[in-house]
């Protein structure tokens, strides 16, 4: 017996919802770039605090989850380079606007 393809429109790409645990939230027109990166560094933070509780619990044998381990430290590592990286471009705009004074 073969089973019937349910067809149905799909949905526009930008009406799909994206999973983004421990993403900042768009900020509204009045907050500033510092206070942004602010927020990018504390949802690092807690990205890497929880990493390390996960893989804690991991290897203390309180928990068996292997597949949810490894999620959590690589979206702590994403995170991280991420984190990294905005910094490295900061720093190159810095370098840039100093060498434009002189």
Do not use: W
Request: a negative charge; one cysteine or more; proline letters at 7%.
């Amino acid at each position: 017996m073969v089973a019937a393809i349910i067809t149905s429109t799909p949905a526009p790409v930008a009406d799909l919802p994206l999973a983004q645990p421990n993403v900042p939230s768009a900020p509204g027109p009045g907050v500033s770039f510092s206070d942004k990166v602010a927020r990018l560094v504390e949802s690092t933070n807690d990205t890497q605090v929880h990493a390390e509780q996960v893989a804690t619990d991991y290897a203390n044998g309180s928990q068996n989850d292997l597949h949810g381990t490894m999620i959590a430290m690589a979206e702590a590592d994403i995170s991280f380079r991420l984190l990294a990286s905005v910094r490295n471009k900061c720093l190159d705009a810095y370098r840039e606007i100093m060498r434009m004074g002189a």
